[in-house]
């Protein structure tokens, strides 16, 4: 390996072809390791991560970490080729250079690049996992990086994580039910999205049947960035509820899951309930008394009915 040094200061403009003149590096890739010089170089495109429904990329809230999504376009990422350059870079000696992607090259339709200064990966957490669209539109496993700075950063607004950084323990809090709330990714489909407005449809009618006020968590689970967000806790009987727009076994099981996940990180531990547009079949009810939870379904014209979950028969 050659070490040509490096010569470009933080916060200049260096594009692709330039840069590999320079420092070697293949063009079109978000990782680029070079094999000229003991050089990693990043690029992060905000815009880029937003058509794929996601963006973690940029810096943290204080400013000490940049995060950075690792390659592979369709299903799981794999910790090789450029994503194993970030995590192996001390090791194998090279410098983490990252840059963000910034207008266009004058005279050309190629993106501009800004250098924002060099980096380490973090040692005792150097990424972490989270799920995020593919190119197909299909949740899939992607790493996320987390870099320190060394030396000198150049910072813009724009290049906050939308997401931030992991949290270090699990935080549950109440929220008022009406707090906007957003837990599916950019373009889910139209399947999705009439899924939730059935839910949201489901729940407004049996709080004005009931005529009480509800709440809902948001739980952040330690070692991950997104909430998660219930659909409806009453707090006075400490009961969570989870909302489905079909009866179906599979969105029931998917319910189960559901409640079990939030339920493990509220104290007290309240008891369960799947909310229903009608009554599922015997054997689905008989399989969430099994596990705990009761069933609320909604009857045509005459409001909506409980089975409990310790007793089998409606109250």
């Not at 590999?20 to 003991?38: D, H, L, N, Q, V």
């Not at 170089?41 to 810096?59: C, K, L, T």
């Not at 995590?87 to 840059?99: I, M, N, P, S």
């Not at 006075?236 to 559901?258: F, M, P």
Request: charge should be negative; hydrophobic fraction near 35%.
């Amino acid at each position: 390996m050659i070490d040509v040094g490096w010569d470009t200061p933080v916060g200049a403009l260096l594009g692709r072809e330039e840069r590999m003149a320079k420092y070697g590096g293949a063009k079109y890739g978000g990782i680029e390791p070079s094999g000229t010089t003991p050089n990693v170089f990043i690029y992060s495109d905000p815009d880029r991560g937003e058509a794929f429904g996601y963006n973690f990329d940029g810096w943290n809230e204080d400013r000490t970490v940049f995060l950075y999504t690792g390659e592979g376009r369709v299903g799981d990422q794999q910790m090789r080729d450029g994503n194993r350059a970030i995590l192996e870079h001390q090791t194998k000696g090279r410098a983490l250079r990252v840059f963000v992607a910034e207008g266009f090259i004058p005279g050309t339709s190629q993106k501009n690049h800004r250098y924002i200064g060099e980096f380490k990966i973090d040692e005792e957490r150097p990424f972490f996992l989270e799920e995020a669209p593919d190119e197909a539109n299909e949740l899939r496993t992607v790493f996320v990086f987390r870099l320190h700075l060394l030396g000198e950063a150049f910072h813009r607004e724009t290049d906050q994580s939308s997401t931030g950084d992991i949290k270090v323990i699990t935080e549950a809090v109440l929220i008022p039910l009406e707090a906007h709330v957003t837990q599916t990714f950019k373009n889910p489909g139209t399947e999705a999205t009439t899924a939730v407005r059935r839910e949201s449809e489901l729940c407004a009618r049996y709080i004005s049947y009931l005529d009480r006020d509800f709440q809902r968590w948001k739980i952040t689970p330690a070692g991950e960035t997104r909430p998660l967000f219930t659909d409806l806790y009453d707090q006075e009987g400490n009961e969570l509820y989870e909302a489905k727009g079909t009866a179906t076994r599979d969105a029931i099981r998917r319910s189960v899951g559901q409640l079990l996940d939030y339920q493990r990180h509220i104290t007290p531990k309240p008891s369960l309930a799947l909310l229903l547009p009608h009554r599922p079949s015997d054997d689905l009810i008989n399989f969430l008394h099994s596990v705990g939870v009761s069933c609320v379904y909604e009857e045509l014209g005459s409001g909506f009915t409980r089975i409990a979950s310790n007793s089998g028969q409606p109250s």
